[in-house]
């Protein structure tokens, strides 16, 4: 079978076939594969097809449950309040013909949403689209912060430090691809250790009972969020990693790209800079957005937030690195140590502005 027969095949199971005229690619997203579905006498797609990456989220009943239980919630309180033109405001995935939000064809997992119509991205980051995100991430918050229903770990211990940090130990002891005895690879593991504590403070935080986990979004980039024509934010999408956090996750991890000056994976490390001026948009608008619930431990340790997800990136790429590059796509072989100095740059840099 050739693969527009599979695809429409799979479409088949959610919409009728007759009213398909064409399957095609759409963006270009690391994890999972994503098609537009057209149908005839319209110019937009009608929906999207995605293939779940069931390797990186293996429990695919989990994921589609927690993603309808946070867009159902989020309807009904939009419904609620009478908010204009919901339907391009949350995503909504299609029932298939087994009941399900998604189908298993083989080994493979599938699933279709709706598509937004006149939706754009956006890749760079002004203060205005800054405010913007901190505003839209913390409303996302806020308009959880009361479900009810329990809402899994999709992976667990994501952004949990203190496991990564575990993770890159057990890398330093197998050293399963002989890198350890490079001596930059022995600064880095210094240099790591000498503020594991200090990052550590969240875990800790918790433990104590002062730092709540709530739902957040966990994967918080500017480019997963839809814009209409005129530039104002749409909607939330690519809900996959939702999951009980600390507000952290959501802040910190935003501002680790949208304020980096350079490239995750930047080989110039004079390019990198932390950008105070999109800091403090992202900021204003995130405390607007959250203000109905943010404790003040939370807000307190925004900075925090800011300079540990930097840091935690470069220790997963590091330990990816020192385990011979199992889990990221790399280009070129040195890849994993470039981007480990470039977020130990940003790292380095924002705790220059912000702890400094
Ligand atoms: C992965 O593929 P992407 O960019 O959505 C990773 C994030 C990292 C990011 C670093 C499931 O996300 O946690 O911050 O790479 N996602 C997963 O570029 O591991
Ligand atoms: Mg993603």
Not at 14 to 25: C, G, L, M, Q, R
């Amino acid at each position: 079978m050739n693969e527009r027969n599979t695809l429409f095949d799979i479409a088949a199971h959610f919409v009728d076939a007759n009213t398909i005229s064409e399957i095609k690619p759409l963006g270009n997203g690391l994890i999972n594969d994503t098609y537009k579905i057209m149908t005839y006498g319209r110019e937009q797609p009608s929906y999207v097809l995605q293939h779940i990456n069931d390797k990186v989220f293996t429990d695919v009943e989990m994921l589609q449950r927690n993603i309808g239980i946070v867009t159902d919630h989020i309807r009904r309180k939009y419904e609620a309040a009478h908010v204009s033109d919901i339907d391009r405001r949350v995503l909504h995935f299609l029932k298939a013909d087994n009941g399900k939000t998604y189908v298993k064809e083989g080994e493979e997992y599938w699933r279709v949403m709706d598509f937004i119509t006149d939706s754009v991205t956006q890749e760079a980051v002004t203060p205005q689209s800054a405010y913007d995100a901190g505003r839209s991430f913390g409303d996302f918050e806020a308009l959880l912060a009361d479900v009810k229903e329990p809402i899994g770990e999709i992976i667990p211990n994501f952004h949990n430090i203190e496991f990564r940090l575990k993770q890159l130990d057990d890398a330093i002891h197998d050293d399963l691809a002989g890198r350890m005895k490079d001596a930059e690879v022995q600064d880095f593991v210094k240099s790591i250790k000498e503020h594991a504590s200090a990052m550590c403070l969240g875990e800790k935080l918790h433990r104590e009972g002062l730092l709540p986990k709530r739902i957040c979004h966990c994967d918080t980039k500017v480019n997963n969020m839809l814009f209409d024509k005129q530039g104002n934010v749409l909607c939330i999408i690519d809900l996959d990693t939702i999951m009980p956090s600390f507000v952290f996750s959501d802040f910190g991890d935003f501002l680790r790209s949208a304020a980096n000056t350079g490239a995750e994976d930047d080989p110039d490390l004079g390019n990198i800079h932390f950008n105070m001026e999109i800091y403090r948009s992202f900021l204003d608008g995130y405390l607007e957005g959250t203000k109905s619930f943010l404790l003040p431990i939370e807000r307190e340790n925004l900075p925090y937030a800011a300079c540990l997800f930097p840091y935690m990136q470069a220790v997963r790429f590091f330990t990816d690195y020192i385990n011979g590059d199992t889990y990221y796509k790399i280009r070129y072989p040195e890849h994993n140590m470039v981007r480990t100095r470039a977020q130990w740059k940003l790292f380095m840099e924002a705790m220059k502005e912000l702890k400094g």
